[in-house]
């Protein structure tokens, strides 16, 4: 026969004493305790309202004093503390109380309803909407969480804004009409009333913050006034210095004199104001001369091979081409010159020309177109052994 180990008797003997008295606090839970009962097995409560719950134990000889535990399925809908049960939100939970040390309990089944809808109101009774744009109305809730929260809309003039379902108004006209909102519990009523305004300029973009202008000639000024939906964009023209250029009534500058001065385009509805500047050139600072193409050497400055030199005329006259020539930076002599009417000719708006001729070991050569506009002669030169074309002035 196999002896135990004591500690492994010892273990046996504590198990069956445990096992003795649990059977012993079943049978005696089944002798004293026969049932418990609560008052109510189905309540019904609003979100915020509290409710006692009461119980029985049986036997009634049995004392009330024995220790019950409370609890809930669903703690974020009902909270329960020695039967007072607290509704939290709207839904359906269990609340159980329970003999300790037991398995005897009791359910009562909770549910909380929303509460009833008491009133509405806009957060404001009248607002201002800009033609064009839309807002959203704001509805107060008494209570703030009522259950049923539906609304129906109407608008009392839809030529002057409508109203969607969502409570968005969509400012249609200028004018004034009201906004109402019914509830759909309690048949509870709001009124709002719109105002639909123009809308107000408030910007005013020029093309370029600056321009240039040739003297004697004009420019239209072209502006975008904001918003889009702006009801009046007339614009009054103003310039700081009409001696120097005017402007119309239609934004087109006039340029009298060489100078720069601000135009200033000014709101009609708001005052909003914007400018830019304006700079008035002489005729040259529109025409460009630069070398064009070549097939040249270039060893220390002297140049030997074919290179042409081309005038560019930027500006919106015409120009007379009286003359053409080069000229050798070491001694400033001409090495070539034409001045054949034929040649050279009148230059349109828009229009190039393009002069050259055979360099033969010519220290750093300068072409030089000369024109002619209104009696007055210009002059604008260009290096040949310049690889880079200057900027259109």
Not at 11 to 39: H, M, P, T, Y
Not at 73 to 91: C, D
Not at 245 to 259: E, F, M, P, R, T
Request: proline share 2%.
């Amino acid at each position: 026969m196999t002896k135990l180990h004591p500690s492994l008797s010892l273990i046996v003997f504590v198990l069956f004493l445990g096992a003795c008295s649990s059977e012993d606090e079943q049978i005696r839970s089944k002798e004293n305790f026969k049932s418990i009962k609560l008052n109510k097995n189905e309540l019904f409560v609003n979100v915020g309202d509290s409710e006692i719950l009461d119980y029985t134990i049986m036997p009634s000889n049995i004392s009330n004093e024995a220790v019950v535990a409370w609890t809930t399925n669903k703690e974020t809908i009902v909270k329960v503390e020695n039967g007072i049960i607290k509704a939290l939100k709207t839904g359906e939970a269990n609340v159980i109380v329970t003999i300790k040390r037991t398995l005897i309990s009791d359910t009562c089944k909770v549910t909380v309803n929303p509460e009833r809808l008491q009133g509405i109101k806009f957060e404001n009774s009248t607002k201002d909407i800009v033609k064009g744009e839309t807002m959203l109305l704001n509805v107060t809730y008494i209570p703030k969480n009522a259950g049923n929260k539906k609304l129906n809309w109407s608008s009392s003039d839809e030529s002057v804004a409508k109203v969607s379902e969502e409570g968005i108004v969509n400012a249609i006209a200028i004018g004034n009409c009201s906004i109402k909102a019914i509830s759909e519990e309690g048949k509870f009523e709001a009124l709002c009333n719109i105002n639909v305004l123009p809308a107000t300029v408030n910007n005013i973009l020029f093309e370029s913050e600056e321009f240039k202008i040739e003297i004697g000639s004009t420019k239209q000024i072209n502006v975008t006034v904001l918003p889009e939906n702006a009801e009046n964009k007339n614009i009054i023209w103003h310039s700081a210095n009409t001696s120097i250029a005017s402007i119309d009534l239609n934004g087109v500058v006039k340029a009298n004199a060489i100078g720069e001065t601000i135009i200033t385009a000014e709101s009609e509805e708001s005052g909003y104001k914007a400018t830019c500047k304006i700079k008035v050139a002489d005729l040259d600072e529109f025409v460009s001369v630069y070398k064009s193409s070549s097939s040249i050497t270039i060893i220390d400055g002297f140049v030997t091979g074919i290179a042409g030199c081309t005038i560019l005329n930027n500006s919106t006259h015409s120009i007379e081409l009286v003359r053409f020539y080069i000229t050798e930076s070491l001694n400033n002599r001409v090495i070539f010159e034409i001045t054949d009417k034929a040649t050279l000719g009148i230059l349109s708006p828009g229009k190039e020309n393009t002069l050259g001729t055979l360099f033969n070991w010519d220290y750093k050569p300068v072409c030089y177109w000369e024109f002619k506009y209104n009696g007055k002669v210009y002059s604008l030169s260009a290096e040949i052994d310049d690889f880079e074309f200057p900027s259109f002035k």
